[in-house]
């Protein structure tokens, strides 16, 4: 029986997430690719020896909830064939892991003739193949159209490389210098966190150090799960319903029902999608481990920082997704864009959550779950891909602020791709990169403006696959809050061939045409009337909004000349607008 001492054990669980922390650093350094190094789509972390989640670093939270049972899959493979110098990659979901451009790669570390723990990475790469370039076609029906699917296997093996495994990857990638590269990257910096964790270990320079170090980890999950029960345990109990759309279902289809209840009692919550609807075809659609890792993601939101994220905090939370639902497809079905659906399964638990925590969390936030592909080959011949997800699209009004504009969506954690980064790289030409005046949600507290994306295509012609989503349901307001604008998306907007498109398309554009991706606003928090005029006149200075929308949304009346509030007029209009309006509440 080991004592633990509660300073050792945070002074432990420190070093861990600076361990997984490091990961994140070297990889950045090192990789090749745009949506790695710029974007930061990869996740670390470090786990028991029998597999269960200790620590994560600076990450993609919905990818977290896929490490365990990812290396579950490896292990009900490989059994008790892992030996110290091994390395497991998988990237198949009907193996636990994402969709398959996520790869994941596994190192044990032993210590004292016994397996005490493994190094984890997830990462996103550019392409593995199938039919379209970048792997994320929202139209697949089955997941062998979606590129190379890579079963439980070792990269290396006792310290040796498997290059056949590596030439497989090579040789069905199309941008193999930059993908081999991501993989060379994603390798080492498993090397290098699995070498600091065996010197931490050494640091525990006293007799039956091994025993001591493992105690200490199941301590620090366990220590996980009670803190996340007391905080849960806080919470009010009390079961609420919410129900979202997916405009389609990636193949034309029409609008999916995303349907859930959440039940909190005492220490624990079910999180329900039994309401939803079943899934048809396309590949937006979700499964269990990604939906249970949205579900996750969503209620880490709501409770402490301080709780360290581990395997204890999923313990008091139950996912029900059942089998064949949007939520949780059957094999084989395709899985490229289930980072679409994701957005929306975070969006309906949250909403869940407002109507069980009212004053606590924000309106919806907006974006357009935008992802672009844009394929082409220069005069030599050489092939370029820009893949691109874009994340930051602000939150909506919460309870005593506006949502950020361009903020960043806490429950993706992407960070924003530089435009000076996707010229240098690619033959385009970024043409816009903006705000859209009078898009957000209006509210006390207004939602975060819709952004819009402009690309041109500089090569002779470029495949270009995109999926997009709110175009037919708008992100929610709140408590009299209201809706922010809709996503909308065009071929050469302005001008004679000007072109209205689809949420999710994949087709050629030709040199000098340009793509328009006008990404969804957030929802505003409260009435609009009780907005404060001297908020609203700040952003009609700033250009985020119209005299006209001040006016009519807001009821502030504003000079033109001098932006002043008119005081008096605005008191009357208000008093106008509100005997008018009838407000439709959501909840």
Same mark, same amino acid.
């Given at each position: ?15 861990? =997430? ?28 470090i ?8 620590a ?74 199938g ?14 159209e979606?590129g190379?699917r ?17 030439r ?20 080492s ?50 079961e ?19 349907? =859930? ?9 079910? =999180? ?17 481990v ?15 920082? $301080? ?5 204890g ?24 864009s289930?980072?679409?659906s $994701?957005y ?9 959550? =407002? ?8 309106a ?16 030599? $011949? ?30 993706g ?6 435009v ?10 970024v ?13 006390q ?60 398309f ?17 929802g ?18 700033e ?45």
């Amino acid at each position: 029986m080991v004592n633990i001492n509660p300073v050792k054990r945070e002074l432990l669980n420190n070093a861990l =997430v600076t361990i997984a922390d490091n990961v994140m650093v070297m990889i950045v350094r090192t990789a090749r690719s745009s949506n790695v190094k710029n974007s930061l789509d990869f996740s670390a972390a470090i786990l028991d020896g029998d597999g269960q989640l200790v620590a994560q670093g600076l990450a993609v939270p919905v990818h977290l909830g896929s490490m365990m049972p990812a290396l579950k899959g490896c292990l009900d493979y490989f059994g008790d064939d892992i030996a110290d110098g091994d390395m497991l990659v998988c990237n198949d979901p009907y193996s636990g892991c994402s969709h398959l451009n996520d790869v994941y790669m596994y190192k044990p570390v032993f210590a004292g003739g016994r397996r005490i723990a493994w190094i984890g990475i997830i990462l996103h790469h550019s392409d593995l193949g199938g039919r379209v370039a970048g792997g994320n076609a929202a139209d697949s029906n089955e997941i062998f159209e979606e590129g190379l699917r890579i079963p439980p296997a070792k990269i290396i093996e006792e310290g040796k490389v498997n290059n056949t495994i590596l030439r497989f990857i090579e040789f069905n990638t199309r941008v193999p210098e930059r993908v081999m590269a991501d993989i060379r990257a994603e390798m080492s910096a498993i090397e290098l966190a699995a070498k600091e964790l065996e010197k931490l270990v050494a640091q525990w320079n006293v007799t039956g150090t091994v025993t001591e170090f493992c105690a200490y980890l199941t301590d620090l999950i366990d220590y996980s799960e009670r803190l996340t029960r007391a905080q849960i345990r806080l919470l009010p109990d009390g079961e609420t319903e919410f129900t979202e759309w997916n405009d389609d279902d990636g193949i034309g289809g029409p609008p999916v029902k995303i349907h =859930v209840k959440l039940i909190k009692k005492g220490d624990s919550i079910t =999180v329900d999608f039994s309401g939803t609807d079943r899934r048809v075809g396309g590949a937006v659609h979700s499964y269990y481990v990604f939906t249970a890792s949205c579900a996750y993601a969503a209620i880490r939101t709501v409770l402490d920082l $301080g709780i360290p994220s581990n395997a204890g905090f999923y313990r008091p939370i139950e996912v029900i997704a059942p089998v064949g639902t949007f939520v949780n497809a059957r094999f084989p079905a395709a899985f490229g864009s289930r980072g679409q659906s $994701g957005y929306r399964i975070r969006t309906v638990v949250l909403g869940a959550l =407002v109507m069980l925590l009212p004053n606590r969390l924000t309106a919806c936030t907006g974006g357009s779950e935008f992802a672009i592909a844009i394929s082409t080959h220069d005069d030599t $011949g050489r092939r370029s891909l820009h893949l691109e997800f874009h994340n930051n699209t602000g939150h909506g009004g919460g309870p005593d602020r506006d949502g950020q504009d361009a903020g960043p969506n806490c429950i993706g954690n992407l960070a924003n791709m530089p435009v000076e980064f996707i010229e240098a790289e690619n033959p385009l030409r970024v043409e816009r990169y903006a705000f859209m005046p009078d898009t957000e949600g209006p509210g006390q507290y207004r939602g975060a403006l819709g952004i819009v994306r402009e690309y041109r295509i500089l090569a002779e012609e470029a495949m270009v696959q995109v999926r997009q989503d709110r175009f037919l349901h708008a992100p929610w307001g709140v408590f009299a809050g209201e809706e922010g604008a809709c996503a909308r998306a065009y071929l050469n907007r302005g001008t004679s061939k000007e072109e209205v498109l689809p949420s999710k398309f994949i087709r050629t554009l030709r040199r000098g045409d340009v793509f328009c991706a006008e990404m969804a606003a957030s929802g505003g928090y409260g009435n609009a009337f009780e907005r404060d005029p001297a908020a609203v006149a700040e952003d009609v200075m700033e250009q985020k909004m119209s005299l006209s929308r001040a006016r009519e949304r807001y009821g502030v009346v504003i000079d033109a000349a001098t932006n002043e509030v008119d005081a008096v007029a605005t008191a009357r209009e208000r008093k106008n607008k509100r005997a008018e309006s009838v407000h439709t509440k959501r909840p």
